[in-house]
């Protein structure tokens, strides 16, 4: 399967303990994407990179939200000190970017997502 | 708040059925997706559209982007069972705020029943 793999699929975990999310992205892609979604809404923005680039970050990242991509292939999202508002599913897609000034964006491939539960 | 309104947010149809989901924006935006999600997948792209104006067809499926950029429809013919999911527009290229990454609306959940 040469899609966007994300683990793990599913994580419960308490209130106040750290998470990590990892994203593979199609291997040939160059700009891998964040987003959070709870049901029945629409994916909110988290972050962005172009290789291993962060090149935007939504307000709603907080300091204890930080993502990677150390090598410009996988990614990895963690959370601190994790709170019960944090339960949703985390969504990693990728894309084949181009140029930096570009504004359009191709079509984006999304991963099965990693639904977190903090108890 | 979602910089991206849909509505309806919920629709419930027979099958056979014509329907419009509308997404509205203050912002202009370089282009404007569309994607539809099954539960417990990603959201799959159905079209790009770029242009103000521009009229996308996808089998039964027909797509609009408004004149000024900022709002578009999505118009489903005879609706089909298998299209139930929940129906997202995605605005790329806010020419207001900047950004680049794909804003999404607030999404569409629509239930077509045999």
């Known amino acids: 399967d040469t899609g966007v793999s994300q683990d793990p699929r599913h994580k419960i975990t308490k209130r106040g303990q750290n998470v990590t999310f990892r994203c593979d992205p199609i291997s040939e892609h160059n700009r891998l994407y964040w987003y959070r979604q709870t049901l029945g809404q629409g994916p909110e923005f988290l972050t962005y990179?172009?290789?291993?680039?962060?090149?935007?970050k939504s307000r709603l990242l907080s300091d204890r939200f930080s993502a990677e991509r150390p090598k410009g292939s996988f990614s990895t999202l963690e959370i601190q000190r994790t709170e019960q508002g944090d339960s949703a599913m985390y969504l990693c897609?990728?894309?084949?970017?181009?140029?930096?000034?570009?504004?359009?964006?191709?079509?984006?491939?999304f991963g099965e997502g990693s639904r977190l539960t903090v108890l | 708040t979602q910089l991206l309104e849909q509505s309806p947010q919920f629709l419930s149809i027979q099958e056979g059925e014509n329907l419009t989901v509308y997404c509205n924006s203050s912002s202009v935006f370089s282009s404007l997706q569309w994607y539809r999600q099954e539960p417990g997948e990603g959201p799959v792209l159905l079209v790009t559209?770029?242009?103000?104006?521009e009229v996308k067809k996808l089998k039964r499926l027909t797509f609009q982007f408004g004149d000024a950029r900022k709002d578009s429809s999505l118009h489903i013919t005879a609706a089909q069972p298998g299209d139930t999911g929940l129906y997202l527009c995605a605005g790329a290229g806010n020419m207001d705020t900047g950004r680049r990454a794909l804003t999404f609306g607030s999404g569409t959940r629509l239930q077509v029943q045999p």
């Open positions: 559209v770029v242009t103000g104006g």
């Open positions: 990179f172009q290789n291993e680039a962060q090149l935007e």
């Open positions: 897609a990728s894309s084949m970017g181009l140029a930096i000034g570009i504004m359009n964006t191709g079509e984006l491939f």
